[in-house]
């Protein structure tokens, strides 16, 4: 079992920028990738940014040029810097994670595991 707690949401103007924290616990085994997820109310869940043990990203294409994820393995927490943000990125962000690398990351149905979700609210 993995445990996934978001934390660094909130209300931000657009323009701005906002980083999101993520800590796992748990069975957090060497093989465990991360990724941010984000869901408006009536739409799919999207998957915006994810990294795999070796470092490598892979990202939206709504979020590129625009947000970074980022890791720090020693603790096991999972960061999204998001800057340049507009009223689009508004939406419920989600940390998940997969117990091994994944060829779909973005797919929100290869994950393993969720977090309970953080609200991130951009205003025009």
């Known amino acids: 079992q993995i445990y996934l707690t978001e934390s660094g949401g909130g209300t931000v103007q657009a323009g701005g920028s906002l980083r999101l924290s993520c800590a796992a616990s748990?069975?957090?085994?060497?093989?465990?990738?991360l990724g941010w997820f984000r869901q408006v109310p009536g739409q799919e869940r999207e998957g915006v940014a994810y990294i795999n043990t070796e470092g490598e990203t892979t990202y939206g294409n709504s979020v590129k040029g625009r947000f970074t994820i980022s890791k720090d393995s020693a603790d096991d927490i999972v960061y999204l810097q998001m800057n340049n943000l507009t009223p689009e990125d508004t939406a419920m962000y989600y940390c998940?994670?997969?117990?091994?690398?994944?060829?779909?990351?973005?797919?929100?149905?290869?994950?393993?595991?969720w977090g309970k979700g953080i609200l991130v609210t951009v205003s025009s």
């Open positions: 748990g069975s957090v085994y060497d093989s465990v990738c």
């Open positions: 998940a994670a997969a117990l091994s690398d994944l060829h779909a990351p973005l797919d929100y149905n290869n994950m393993d595991y």
